[in-house]
């Protein structure tokens, strides 16, 4: 039976994926087959979804700044946007039913209010996928989206809370005795080193803090995140995060299969799914408007609005304890399942060509900006230096470093992440923050004094990402990458990338070069 799963999720995500299409979405499609084949969902199959989404959510939290979630844009959109939609919905869905359509025309208010609100959630493993995939996790509009998920996954572990009287016990105040031990926690998580460990000491700490807070009877998916926010500045966050990413995307695959056991829907349920889809626009233009109105740049507004313009797991959560407190029947709980996938395919096909398609209609969406600015949206010329460093990680700094040492005063860095960025600067290093995937930062930036661009990105996708930036506002200089693989080289060198060099094949060299030159006095001698 498992066999079978990991068939049809493997030769439905292989299709969706030879046709551009994220691999999640055959993955969504392989669990209506099979449902529909007679096969059903297991425990094991579900407690596969549960660990995708609790590591998930502890690897969000480990690239989390908890300050994001403070900024205006994040929590009042969050909190604007929620009750502005609940508004709306309810109306739309109280008209649905003046309209006679099925399904609707029995709804008490109640009922209607539940689905109103099971249906304001965007999806966290729909988005972060998506960012991930398109390496924007890090953008100035995939932390704004980010940060809206997370308010809103801790307003459903609240509703989870009330509906089922689960309140928290009083031990749940002993867990604020971590912050003390908190020095001792990370010289303990020091110990782990850099093997088999890192990846054995994330699912320790993302399990062992889930079922933590079930302990003290509060949601323990909020634990999971609440741990990877505490772990966020360790040293060893980065390295625990790659760890854990093939894994949470494994586990994953069983979420999108379980939404396909949920039930087998009938015609009047579907055609049902696809009126509630026809809400999604109203969610992105809310969205949209509401980011605009908080200062945000139209083109940050828009992407993040595009990319939270769907329906959420969590919905499926909320109708699930409905249906057992006996506030909705069963169907809807299929019809908000397959309104939930119908948002998902929406999502991750239009997101596709999000990019391009601002590109082409820039100075209509720009119109309803404002002109009053956030201050970090503001991007100011850094210095006079022709050559740029992107991504200060290892493999960036070394370039950085190497171009300071034989060219002073020549380059200077650029990264996304505020928080390396402040530490750099400490430093005394040339360093600024910025987002190079963001059209808007290379249009303030006089390009003519660049010269050279070094995309030092692990992703292929961050590297393609800029240089479709850097090519939309003119640039003319020559741009160089890394690459891990032939094959990723071979793509960025056809997408128009000057130089790409072999990661490893580069350290190798560099090895042997440094190795010859402590001998070479020696072997001249010989």
Known sequence: MDFIWILFAFALGLSAKSISLPPSIGYLAAGFILNYLGYSSSEGLQSLADLGITLMLFTIGLKLNVRDLT???????CVSHSLIWLVLAL??????????????????????????????????????????????????HGKLAIGILVIQDIIAVAFLVAATGKTPSLYALALLLIFPLRTVIFKLVDQIGHGELIPLGGFFIALGSYELFELVNIKGDLGALVAGTFFASHTKASEITKSLLSFKDLF??????????????????????GVLFLLIPIKFLLFFFLFNLLKSRSRTSFLSALALS???EFGLIVAAISVKSGWLTNDWLVILSLSVTLSFIFTNIVYKYAHDFFTVYKTTINKYQREARLDEDVFIQPCTAPIVVIGLGRVGMGAYKSLDLHHHKQAWGLDADSRKVAWLRSQNLEVYQGDAENIDFWDSIDLDRIKLVLLAVPSVQDCKNITRQLKAASYKGKIAAIARFDDEREQLQEYGIDKVFNFFNEAGVGLADESMAMVESDLKLG
């Not at 900024?71 to 959109?77: A, H, Y």
């Not at 689905?115 to 996790?137: D, N, P, Q, R, W």
């Not at 939404?259 to 009938?266: D, E, K, Q």
């Open 91 to 140: 109306g739309g869905v109280k008209l649905f039913g003046v309209l006679s359509l099925s399904f609707f025309t029995d709804l008490s208010d109640q009922s209607a209010l539940i689905i109103a609100f099971a249906l304001s959630f965007s999806s966290t493993v729909c988005v972060v996928k998506l960012m991930e995939e398109s390496g924007e996790m890090k953008t100035r």
């Open 252 to 273: 994953l695959i069983g979420f999108f299969l379980s939404i396909g056991f949920s039930a087998l829907p009938t015609l009047d349920m579907l055609l049902i799914a």
């Open 310 to 312: 769907n329906f959420s």
């Open 71 to 77: 900024k205006t844009e994040v929590w009042l959109g």
